[in-house]
T-cell receptor, first 113, second 115 residues
């Protein structure tokens, strides 16, 4: 079946450290891939997306590249800030058909000053 | 991005009463809305998919008589938790999308506490 696997964490970093959160997926065809971020007590916000192989999504210093060959969409940021502390969800949407998103279990990131 | 508004953000109700949560797409017409429940360990559980003018499609294990979903228009879906019990206490989140979009947009979430 279709699924998303991401490192569950928690991940704790110091400010200005480099961040990687791994995400791999299993899906038929060419899904669209997303990273969503959830700040405490809030809903999810779309952080970035990529809709085809080799696309790079980027926003607010975060990047992720759609790698079809490794079925991965790892999230990276070169220098994290305290304000990046949140839960990050990797997700996919299948090509055509259902509009459902398939989510990973989320990764909690804490950035310390 | 598009804006989805969810109301209320917090609600406390007595056991046995019903609670209605609204989800509105403010600047677009949503072909589909989704309702999720989020558990303390952060995982999201899809409860149901809602299309305007048709009955909601519930995920396996979700009681359709307990979680009533009405999708009255292309901009509004409601979730009613009927005869709420303390175990229904949770964080409920809606999302909305259009068929031509790859992404979905989420509401702010509703923290339901049943006492």
């Amino acid at each position: 079946g279709n699924s998303v696997t991401q490192m569950e964490g928690p991940v704790t970093l110091s400010e200005e450290a480099f961040l990687t959160i791994n995400c791999t997926y299993t899906a038929t065809g060419y899904p669209s891939l997303f990273w969503y971020v959830q700040y405490p007590g809030e809903g999810l916000q779309l952080l970035l997306k990529a809709t085809k192989a080799d696309d790079k999504g980027s926003n607010k210093g975060f990047e992720a590249t759609y790698r079809k060959e490794t079925t991965s969409f790892h999230l990276e940021k070169g220098s994290v800030q305290v304000s990046d502390s949140a839960v990050y969800f990797c997700a996919l949407r299948l090509e055509g058909g259902s509009e459902k998103l398939v989510f990973g279990k989320g990764t909690k990131l804490t950035v310390n000053p | 991005g598009a804006v989805v508004s969810q109301h209320p953000s917090r609600v406390i109700c007595k056991s046995g009463t019903s609670v209605k949560i609204e989800c509105r797409s403010l600047d677009f017409q949503a072909t589909t809305m989704f309702w999720y429940r989020q558990f303390p360990k952060k995982s999201l559980m899809l409860m149901a998919t809602s299309n305007e003018g048709s009955k909601a499609t519930y995920e396996q294990g979700v009681e359709k008589d307990k979680f009533l979903i009405n999708h009255a228009s292309l901009t509004l879906s409601t979730l009613t938790v009927t005869s709420a019990h303390p175990e229904d206490s949770s964080f409920y989140i809606c999302s909305a999308t259009r068929r031509v979009w790859p992404e979905a947009f989420f509401g702010q979430g509703t923290r339901l506490t049943v006492v």
